[in-house]
């Protein structure tokens, strides 16, 4: 079992940038991977970007949903059990809650569905007010 504990959500005026943070209670674990989803109220919970935890330290692999790319930055760096999630020119939008994942399962790390991620944190929360 794998423990997961989100950190840094808060309240950010529409424009501003917040960084999230997430780290596993231990490492490794299977899929060699992490990701961040976002649920907000009414909607189904979605994926935003995943980090692939192999390779060299400097270029890990990611993928990001279209939805998000060119605004937000997933990364890893320090300790292997440790992402973020650096998000920019916040919009309104992009309120909700938001929640770290690890233990991609066959599907692959790049597969950015609820169905294929085994473990999940308790989220924390985002709001972006105009």
């Known amino acids: 079992q794998v423990q997961l504990v989100e950190s840094g959500g808060g309240s950010v005026q529409a424009g501003g940038s917040l960084t999230l943070s997430c780290v596993a209670s231990k490492y490794p674990f299977s899929g060699n991977a992490l990701a961040w989803f976002r649920e907000a109220p009414g909607k189904q919970r979605e994926g935003v970007a995943a980090?692939?935890?192999?390779?060299?330290?400097?270029?890990?692999?990611?993928y990001y949903a279209d939805s998000v790319k060119g605004r937000s930055t997933i990364s890893q760096h320090g300790d292997k059990n440790t992402v973020y999630l650096h998000m920019g020119k916040m919009k309104p939008e992009v309120s909700a809650m938001y929640y770290c994942a690890a233990g991609a399962l066959d599907g692959g790390w790049c597969r950015l569905e609820v169905k294929n991620w085994l473990y999940w944190g308790q989220g924390t929360q985002v709001t972006v007010s105009t």
């Open positions: 980090v692939y935890l192999g390779g060299e330290p400097d270029g890990r692999p990611t």
